[in-house]
């Protein structure tokens, strides 16, 4: 039998492991090199890898914030029933898995019910199905009749910077937190 106090000092296996390090700058650096391939690809009106790629970038950004927030996230993941829980590492979490912390943790504002009109969340799921028209099984069996366009990738674009927008927004809110407990600026 385990005393208190040896209970008290045995740790719980965390449930979320970000991205850190080396690996989390290149993350980083990933954002900027698939945004920059998605307008060269929309440049020439390749408008699948254009919006392929986008949703690289976005995909990307929502990893990124997960690692970056990994606390919220450990909290967040650790409401869910065992087994709907994702894989323990970020970088092993699939496009949905990061919708979900990032709806669930109000980083992308979402409806508030299936009635209601949608918000960032919903449309930023949209660009999600267009990133997974790489598969073809999924791109014949779901959307057949279905050809990216430039209307496609004006759509895409769009959301991408308006998700952009609301992360930074919390990377903002954030950082001005960090410097008030530093005493840079100060308390309101």
């Known amino acids: 039998m385990t005393s208190p106090t040896n209970a008290a000092l045995v740790t719980p296996t965390p449930l979320f492991q970000p991205v850190r390090g080396r690996k989390l700058n290149v993350l980083l650096s990933l ?30 950004l929502l990893l990124s914030m997960c690692s970056m927030r990994g606390e919220e996230v450990e909290k967040y993941v650790a409401t869910l029933a065992a087994a709907n829980r994702p894989p323990r590492k970020a970088e092993q979490w699939q496009f949905q898995h990061l919708l979900s912390a990032a709806t669930a943790l109000k980083w992308l504002p979402g409806r508030a019910n299936r009635h209601s009109r ?25 959307y057949s009749n279905v050809k990216l366009d430039k209307h496609n990738w004006n759509d895409a674009k769009a959301i991408f910077d308006l998700a952009v927008s609301s992360i930074l927004d919390l990377v903002k809110t954030d950082l001005r937190a960090e410097m008030r407990r530093r005493g840079v600026i100060p308390l309101d």
Do not use: D, F
């Not at 954002?31 to 995909?59: D, F, M, N, P, Q």
């Open 31 to 60: 954002i900027g090199r698939y945004r920059s391939e998605a307008e060269k690809s929309a440049s020439v009106r390749a408008y699948y890898a254009a919006c392929i790629t986008l949703g690289a970038a976005l995909e990307a």
């Open 118 to 142: 949608p918000k960032l969340a919903e449309w930023v799921r949209l660009v999600k199905e267009l990133r997974n028209l790489v598969h073809p099984g999924r791109h014949i069996r779901e």
